[in-house]
């Protein structure tokens, strides 16, 4: 018994094999001493064999990550171009089925909607007119583009967009553009002049005046009001509208509008289509030659002797 008990705490799996019966040996004495195998006694006590972890290689999983890493960011940046390619040629297509007076006024628009988006305190100097300012010569072209609001912007741009194709078909892009910029300048002065001879200072903005020498250069269009259109009627019928009221406000002092900037344009382009034309559009001549040359060879540098 002294046996057994040592072999089953040497190797924990020891086995009834000795049989002490009066003192007497079994001849299975060394057969039980001999020590079992390790994967057999570990199956009989209930160990199990501890599996070893694989552990991937580094350069595999390293590997295949930045390349995963790289085609997502391949893909996002081929979806980005192309979604802008798309809207390029969308726009692209936009603006070659317009026709030349929508593009000479989706320019004019864009720089409306620029100002005044971009609009703050320090601009009032240069994009107000007012006899009383500081700045007196650069405001009577900028306050065209500089509008009171998102209002008065849309009923500019929707007056000047319904007569653009016939004015500049009739004038052309850069007549149109002349006449536009000059009825501006012009109907500021007038503005400036009648509020001088009122003693009515004030900051004024707008392209109102440029509107009314639009107009005027169509008498039989057909115009409408922008929330009641089924009601139309002619530009030579608002124009008359408009003469007489901005001459009631002048006289009675009323400050709601520059009634003195709608006249100055309506007046611009009346003296333009009855004598403007003839002397200064038909004899620009001159001046495209010279400019031609400026252009071509460049300025004429003054001073030496050849």
């Not at 070659?96 to 009032?124: P, S």
């Amino acid at each position: 018994m002294a046996w057994r008990g040592w072999a089953q705490r040497a190797w924990g799996c020891g086995q009834a094999w000795a049989v002490s019966v009066g003192g007497h040996t079994c001849a299975e004495v060394p057969v039980a001493l001999t020590p079992p195998r390790l994967l057999g006694c570990s199956k009989k006590c209930g160990f199990r064999k501890a599996t070893r972890k694989v552990e991937p290689r580094r350069s595999d999983t390293g590997t295949s990550g930045e390349a995963y890493k790289t085609n997502c960011a391949f893909g996002s940046a081929y979806e980005s171009l192309k979604s802008r390619v798309q809207i390029y040629f969308e726009i692209n297509k936009w603006w070659n089925n317009l026709r030349d007076g929508q593009r000479t006024v989706t320019g004019i628009t864009a720089a409306n909607v620029l100002v005044f988006c971009l609009w703050r305190r320090t601009m009032i100097r240069y994009f107000t007119s007012n006899p009383a300012s500081k700045v007196l010569c650069s405001p009577k072209l900028l306050s065209t583009f500089r509008h009171f609001s998102l209002f008065h912007m849309a009923a500019n741009t929707y007056v000047l967009w319904s007569f653009s194709s016939s004015i500049v078909n009739i004038l052309g892009q850069e007549q149109f553009m002349a006449l536009y910029l000059s009825a501006g300048v012009i109907s500021n002065f007038v503005s400036y002049v009648g509020k001088v001879a009122t003693g009515r200072y004030g900051p004024s903005l707008g392209a109102s005046g440029t509107i009314a020498a639009v107009c005027t250069k169509i008498p039989e269009g057909r115009l409408a009001i922008i929330f009641l259109p089924m009601f139309t009627f002619t530009a030579r019928n608002a124009l008359k509208a408009i003469i007489a009221v901005d001459t009631a406000g002048m006289i009675r002092g009323w400050k709601f509008f520059d009634h003195a900037t709608h006249l100055g344009g309506a007046l611009c382009e009346i003296w333009y289509d009855t004598y403007g034309h003839e002397l200064i559009w038909k004899n620009r001549e001159l001046l495209v030659k010279i400019w031609h040359e400026i252009r071509t060879n460049g300025p004429k540098k003054g001073g030496g002797s050849k």
